[in-house]
């Protein structure tokens, strides 16, 4: 009989993308430590997001959600979103369809202004790191290092949407929301992007 | 009795955003010439674009439109819409709905880049100038002019959700067909934005 937990389970298959069976194995193996459960993964190719990589996401579904604050009135905030996978056998699951509701819902709510760190523009990153420098002024150039890849870190938790914590369950992100489906489908699931609307907000 | 017909009382009013009564008179006064009965209520002051040219349209709704080209799949063409008028009495009216769902589904067809021509970049406009000049080149500048003119008006009415023909209606406009809401209800009515998100389409 297994001593290890089936959320133990779920959290090393959403951070590497491996299979059920092989991550329970890992685990059993590795005593329970999760660290090591996953370096065995690895050395076993088991941790598939490496073997994934060149499949093609190309097949997905657009999904919309509208927010209305006040009862009796229209919708005041919408979000839509176009979420990617690799075959329509997993687009057109209920599954998906749940995932892209969460996630438009997530939006909806906590604001992201980027799908990923990388759609950041380098000067917008360049001036959060500019304002990190100027507060460790004269600091050894590690501290100064450290400050502004804090930076950097903070902005992305903010405004980036894949290392937003999910507003429904903060101990994850929604990186690690769609590592898990990942996991689960065995195919590559991204959100390649998404607009977010809100009535007679200001505009850029 | 009146021999002004109901169709074009609407016209009028969607061209000048005049009352219905109004209408009505001027275009009987005018003997049913539709051009002389809009130069008739611009001369009494009831042409009411410029009344309300002064108020904001800052109340409105959000609305989206998923079409899921193959039965039994998800939705692959998404569009969500900002639609603003003045007050959320119109907002939340069944009618202002029904002309959101109207211009989503439109541009779910129509694909506009562009709400209308003034959000047309210079350069792209200049570019349409330049092929519109090349192939009259040498003619009179009278000639030239009118070539270039009509290649951005050609532009417009292809690329500007405004300017399309209606697809469910090529007799109107979007614009016109707003202009008749706006009529309709005594407000300024107007899209502010718009995104339109096909699976896995290309990206600039």
């Not at 690895?42 to 490496?50: P, W």
């Not at 499949?55 to 009796?72: D, R, V």
């Not at 979000?79 to 969460?102: G, N, R, S």
């Amino acid at each position: 009989m297994s001593n290890v937990s089936a959320a133990e389970v779920a959290k090393l298959r959403a951070a590497t993308g491996a299979g059920m069976m092989d991550c329970k194995k890992a685990l059993e193996d590795a005593a329970g430590d999760a660290e090591q459960a996953r370096m065995l993964l690895r050395e076993r190719g088991l941790a598939d997001a490496a073997k994934r990589k060149g499949k093609e996401a190309k097949e997905g579904l657009i999904h919309s959600y509208l927010h209305a604050p006040n009862p009796g009135l229209p919708p005041k905030i919408g979000v839509m979103i176009e979420v990617l996978c690799e075959t329509d056998f997993v687009a057109k699951t209920d599954e998906m369809k749940a995932l892209a509701q969460d996630i438009a819902m997530h939006i909806a709510a906590a604001k992201p202004a980027y799908v990923s760190l990388e759609d950041v523009p380098e000067d917008v990153l360049e001036g959060e790191r500019e304002l990190a420098r100027k507060k460790v002024e004269g600091k050894p150039e590690k501290v100064v290092a450290q400050a502004t890849e804090g930076a950097v870190k903070k902005f992305a938790k903010q405004f980036c949407l894949l290392e937003q914590p999910w507003v429904r369950d903060d101990k994850q992100t929604i990186g690690q929301l769609l590592a898990g489906y990942a996991s689960n489908t065995g195919e590559n699931i991204s959100v390649r992007r998404f607009a977010r609307y809100e009535v007679a907000e200001a505009l850029e």
